[in-house]
Nanobody, 120 residues
């Protein structure tokens, strides 16, 4: 069993910054790509940014130049530094990790979500 626990969401004014963090714990054998997604009004989760175990990153166009994803493999954590936030960044953000446990296959895991609200 793998758990992802997020922290760092909240309310911020436009132009401000937030740092989201996610810690993976449980019977983890290995973690592959970790990332952040956001839930659209249509209940679809769209990629904000992800990072491979080797540090290769991928960003949505809306995040490029403003957001930075990073990870600490020793601590099984992933972070999303969000700068110059805009009201249109207001979403619930979900941490995602592809993990394998000691005796199991690679699986996709999700955190519980953290609300980010940007006021104008």
């Amino acid at each position: 069993q793998v758990q992802l626990v997020e922290s760092g969401g909240g309310l911020v004014q436009a132009g401000g910054s937030l740092r989201l963090s996610c810690a993976a714990s449980g019977s983890i054998f290995s973690i592959g790509t970790m990332g952040w997604y956001r839930q659209t009004p249509g209940n679809q989760r769209e990629l904000v940014a992800d990072i491979s175990s080797r540090g290769s990153t991928n960003y949505a166009d809306s995040a490029k130049g403003r957001f930075t994803i990073s990870r600490d493999n020793a601590k099984n954590t992933v972070h999303l530094q969000m700068n110059n936030l805009k009201p249109e960044d207001t979403y619930v953000y979900y941490c995602n990790a592809v993990c394998t446990t000691v005796a199991g296959p690679w699986r996709n895991y999700w955190g519980q979500g953290t609300q980010v609200t940007v006021s104008s």
